[in-house]
C-alpha cells in the first residue's frame, strides 16, 4: 500500500521525484493544461518528422494534401492521447497503472508489454538518430570522419552524452521535466523556424506547385501514417504526466492542449518534409536525414539545425524514457523510478550502440517492426477509452495490489472481457497487415491485406473501433454496476462521489 504519511508527501515533490507508480494524492495535484501544452510541444520537435513528410509525396500527394493529412492525423492522434490523459486526472497515476482496473492486474501484462516494447523502440531510434546529430557537429566543426564505423570511440562518446541528458532529465521526474520542456519549446522551436524557413527557400517552387493532386486512397494512407508514426505512439502515456493535473480541470482542456501541443510542431516540421520533397530536393528523403542536412547546406545552416535536431529528440526522448520508466514498474519490476530509468536507459543504449557499430542497414526493419505495433497499442486505446464511458473512479489503492484480494483481481487477475476484446482487436488487425520493409523485403502479409482497407493502411482504425465495439458489449455493463456501487461506497464513508 502507498504511504500517504506527512513525512513521505514532504519527499515526493523534492527536487528528485520520489513517486513511481503510486496514485497522486489529490491534495498534491496542482497541474494546469498549459504545463501540458509545453511538455507535448517539445516532444514533437523531431527531425524524424521531415522524412515523414518526403513518405506523404512518395504516396503521390500534392503538398497541400500532405500538410492537410498532416492536420488530421497529428491533431486527431494525439487528441486521443488527450483523451486518455483525463482518466490520469481522474485516477492519479500513470495510463498503464490505470489499466489495471480495466484488464485486471495480471491481464494489464500483455498491454504494458507492448507498450514498453514501444517505448524501448522508439527511445533506440532517438538514440541514434540524436547521436548521429551530435557526431555530424563534430564532423562539421573538428573535420573527423563521419561514418559510425569510422570513428568507434567518437559515435560511443555521442551516444553516452545523449543518454547521460536523457537520463539526468527523465529520473529527476515530472516537475523539472516541465521546466525543461517549457524554455526548450522557445528556445529550440524558435531554432527549428528558423531553420525551416531557411530550408524551404531552397525548394524549386514551379516543381512544387506543378505536383498533381493524389487520389482519395493516397490520402487516407497518409492520415493513417501520420497518425501511427506519430500520436498513436503516445497513446498509452497520456496520463502519466496528466496525474498531476487538478481534480476541477475540464476534460477538453486536457485534448486540446495534447492536441495542439504537439500538432503545431509536427505540421510544421512534417510540412518542411513535404515542401522540400516535392520542390525536387532528395534532402527529406534520404535514409539519414542527419548526415545529408551535413552534407546538403553550408554550416552557418547546418550547425543551428543540427543543434535544433539534437535538442528536439533529446526532449522527445525525455518524456519517453520517464513514462517508460513508470511502464516498468507496471509491469511488475519492484525497483524505485529512478532506477527503473536507468535501467531503460541502459536497454537503449546498448542497442543503439549495437546498430550504429554492429549492423548494417537499421532504419527500414526496425522501423518497420515498432510500427506494427500501432495494432495492439490502438486495440488497448480501444478497451480503454471505452472503459473510460463509464469509469469516473478509480479505487487507487486497489491499483497497487497485486493480490487475490485486490478488487481488479477479476478471475484469475485477468478481465476476460477487456482481455477478450484486446487480443480478438489484435488478430483481426493484422489480418490487413503488410509488415514490408523496401519492395524487395516483406516479413508478412495477411490475408486481408489486398482488401480496401489493407491497401489504405486502415489495420490500426480496425484494431481501435473493433476493441471499443466488443468491450462495450462484453465489459461495459459490469464497469457501471461495478461505478454504481462505488459511488454508494462512497456516500456512506461521507465522500463526494
Known amino acids: 500500500m502507498p504511504d500517504y504519511s506527512p513525512q ?7 527536487r528528485v521525484e520520489q513517486r513511481g507508480i503510486e496514485p497522486v494524492p489529490v491534495n498534491q495535484r496542482n497541474g494546469k493544461p498549459s504545463e ?3 511538455v507535448w510541444f517539445a516532444a514533437n520537435i523531431s527531425i524524424l518528422g521531415i522524412p515523414l513528410g518526403a513518405t506523404l509525396i512518395a504516396l503521390g500527394l500534392n503538398v497541400w494534401q500532405a500538410i492537410a493529412a498532416t492536420i488530421i492525423g497529428s491533431f486527431g492522434s494525439f487528441a486521443i492521447v488527450g483523451i486518455v490523459s483525463i482518466a490520469g486526472r481522474r485516477g492519479g497515476a500513470p495510463s498503464l497503472t490505470l489499466s489495471r482496473a480495466v484488464f485486471g492486474v495480471r491481464g494489464n501484462i500483455g498491454p504494458t508489454l507492448v507498450a514498453l516494447v514501444s517505448r524501448l523502440g522508439w527511445e ?3 538514440t541514434i538518430t540524436g547521436a ?4 555530424s557537429l563534430c564532423v562539421i566543426c573538428f573535420g573527423v570522419p563521419g561514418g559510425y564505423k569510422e570513428t568507434p570511440l567518437l559515435t ?7 543518454v547521460a541528458l536523457t537520463a539526468v532529465i527523465s529520473a529527476a521526474g515530472h516537475a523539472f521535466i516541465l521546466t525543461v520542456q517549457k524554455w526548450s519549446t522557445w528556445i529550440f522551436g524558435v531554432l527549428t523556424l528558423l531553420v525551416a524557413g531557411y530550408l524551404v527557400t531552397t525548394v524549386d517552387w514551379n516543381t512544387l506547385l506543378a505536383g498533381k493532386t493524389g487520389s482519395i486512397s493516397a490520402c487516407i494512407i497518409a492520415v493513417g501514417t501520420i497518425a501511427s508514426g506519430t500520436g498513436i505512439g503516445w497513446v498509452n502515456s497520456g496520463a502519466d504526466m496528466a496525474r498531476y493535473q487538478k481534480t476541477n480541470v475540464k476534460g477538453g482542456s486536457l485534448v486540446l492542449t495534447a492536441a495542439t501541443g504537439a500538432g503545431i510542431p509536427l505540421v510544421v516540421i512534417i510540412g518542411v518534409g513535404s515542401i522540400l520533397t516535392a520542390g525536387g530536393s532528395d534532402l527529406a528523403s534520404t535514409a539519414d536525414p542527419v548526415a545529408a542536412v551535413r552534407d546538403a547546406l553550408p554550416a552557418w545552416v547546418s550547425v543551428p539545425y543540427l543543434i535544433a535536431a539534437f535538442a528536439g529528440l533529446l526532449m522527445s526522448n525525455n518524456l519517453s524514457v520517464y513514462s517508460a ?3 516498468t514498474i507496471t509491469l511488475g519490476v519492484r525497483i524505485p523510478r529512478v532506477y527503473a530509468v536507468v535501467l531503460d536507459v541502459v536497454i537503449t543504449t546498448t542497442g543503439a550502440m549495437y546498430f550504429m557499430l554492429g549492423s548494417d542497414g537499421f532504419y527500414g526493419p526496425f522501423v518497420t517492426f515498432i510500427s506494427l505495433l500501432a495494432v495492439p497499442l490502438t486495440a488497448w486505446a480501444g478497451v480503454f477509452l471505452t472503459d473510460m464511458i463509464a469509469r469516473r473512479h478509480y479505487k487507487t489503492d486497489e491499483l497497487l495490489d497485486l493480490g487475490r484480494g485486490s478488487h481488479y483481481w477479476y478471475r484469475h487477475g485477468v478481465n476476460v472481457p477487456a482481455m477478450a476484446s484486446w487480443l480478438i482487436a489484435l488478430v483481426v488487425g493484422y489480418l490487413f497487415v503488410t509488415a514490408r520493409v523496401s519492395d524487395q523485403v516483406v516479413w508478412f502479409s495477411g490475408p486481408l491485406a489486398d482488401t480496401v482497407i489493407g491497401e489504405n493502411g486502415l489495420a490500426w482504425l480496425v484494431s481501435l473501433l473493433l476493441a471499443g465495439v466488443l468491450y462495450a458489449t462484453l465489459g461495459l455493463p459490469a464497469v457501471r454496476h461495478e461505478q454504481a456501487e462505488l459511488a454508494a461506497e462512497n456516500a456512506r464513508d461521507g465522500k463526494e462521489a
Open 124 to 126: 533506440t531510434v532517438n
Open 36 to 38: 501540458l501544452f509545453w
Open 132 to 135: 548521429s546529430a551530435l557526431l
Open 325 to 327: 520508466g513508470l511502464t
Open 156 to 162: 560511443l562518446s555521442c551516444v553516452l552524452i545523449f
Open 8 to 14: 513521505t508527501q514532504s519527499r515526493v515533490l523534492s
